[in-house]
């Protein structure tokens, strides 16, 4: 292929598609290839969604379940490897969604998409809140190397997703794996929040919770009894550093597609929140190699077991 590359002065990877595209060393033939590449240069063509309704339909599937375009087209690459009529790029996706003119993937679905809204202040702005002091709180420094690195299962993040009207609900994400927790909590009180998760925590097979690490607000100002109640310690960021939980804050942004910001969410059940976690435990991760967050620590506890 190299010595036909340098004879034709192209690049040698434009001579090995060429010859994979149509039928491989074995059975190229330069007719039907030049009959082909006619057929491939006729206008106007059928979207590639369009042409391939199993595609579309697997697509409008999780787009559905609320994968975005990068997951779904991720997934597909590895369910499907050696099968091109199965697979799609992100942004073929995306053009398909917005330009309704294609027409094999409705609008409504848009509605399926991750939407952030980013509120912007300036840079000198003075906040008006008073900062809780945490009696006994152990440094986010001071937490094990391993929870770091995610080398090891067992380190969780967590915080609270405010709704509206007053309510909350707490979320716990395993470092390593990704996978998330959602509990119901019945206020913001720190008796609340501390049984409620206490609660919740006892459920998980032993030692899958080694450290949890949280922001410095009041609704864990007893998270020694949390300690005490379910052998797990606690560890805290830093003031005014969210980063430093950067897992959850991804997660809780991934919750907002379910719990817009403003919506109550005093009425959802703890049966409704597993449901969405289980949801979100199904989606493909890119950071994960697309594979699932419930693939992963299921996976990696099975190992450690």
């Known amino acids: 292929m190299r010595g036909i590359a340098r004879r034709l002065g192209r690049d040698p990877a434009t001579v090995c598609r060429e010859i994979n595209r149509n039928g491989g060393v074995v059975h190229y033939r330069a007719t039907r290839a030049e009959e082909a590449a006619w057929d491939r240069a006729k206008r106007p063509q059928r979207y590639v969604l369009h042409r391939r309704s199993e595609l579309a339909q697997l697509v409008t599937r999780k787009l559905k379940l609320r994968w975005s375009p990068q997951q779904i087209a991720g997934w597909l690459k590895q369910h499907f490897p050696h099968d091109v009529d199965m697979n799609v790029s992100h942004e073929t996706i995306y053009r398909t969604l917005f330009v309704q003119a294609r027409g094999a ?119 020694q009894q949390f300690s005490i109640a379910t052998d797990v310690k606690v560890y805290f960021c830093d003031p005014s550093s969210p980063w430093q939980r950067g897992t959850n804050e991804n997660t809780n942004g991934l919750l907002r597609q379910y719990f817009p910001k403003g919506k109550s969410l005093a009425h959802v059940t703890q049966e409704q929140l597993d449901q969405v976690a289980a949801e979100l435990n199904g989606r493909p991760r890119m950071t994960l190699g697309f594979k699932t967050p419930a693939e992963v620590l299921f996976k990696t506890v099975a190992l450690t077991g």
């Open 105 to 223: 993937l409705k609008k409504e679905l848009t509605a399926y998409l991750r939407r952030r809204t980013l509120l912007r202040r300036r840079k000198n702005a003075v906040s008006t809140n008073t900062r809780f002091h945490l009696k006994d709180a152990v440094s986010i420094s001071q937490r094990p190397a391993e929870a770091e690195d995610r080398a090891v299962p067992g380190h969780w993040e967590g915080d609270l997703l405010f709704g509206g009207l007053h309510s909350h609900i707490a979320t716990l994400v395993e470092r390593r794996s990704r996978y998330a927790m959602l509990v119901k909590v019945q206020g913001k009180d720190s008796e609340s929040v501390v049984r409620a998760l206490s609660e919740h925590v006892q459920r998980l097979p032993q030692g899958l919770m080694s450290t949890l690490t949280w922001d410095r607000g009041s609704e864990m100002a007893l998270h």
